[in-house]
């Protein structure tokens, strides 16, 4: 787990902390669907998302540990933090 908290001052208490680990199963191609559903992506302009498309399946074709893989595990974390009101 992470350690590392936002930084919350007064009138709010001391930060509790709490992460969630999970890991996302999903094909190659849902790899595609997955990266092209970022709002960070979805605003590109058309040649620079046709360009970072190309990077991905270049990925999914080249890398070690992805080439030919039927099934990527994506690890994710949600990390959680609560101050109280003091």
């Not at 960070?40 to 999914?60: G, M, S």
Request: proline share 9%; charged share 25%.
């Amino acid at each position: 787990m992470c350690s590392t908290s936002p930084r919350i001052g007064p009138p709010f208490g001391p930060v509790e902390r709490f992460d969630v680990e999970w890991t996302y199963h999903l094909k190659p191609r849902n790899l595609l669907d997955l990266v092209a559903s970022r709002s960070y992506v979805i605003t590109l302009p058309a040649t620079e998302r046709q360009a970072l498309d190309a990077k991905v399946r270049h990925l999914l074709d080249t890398h070690p540990a992805l080439a030919d893989e039927q099934d990527i595990q994506m690890p994710y974390i949600a990390r959680c933090s609560r101050a109280t009101l003091i």
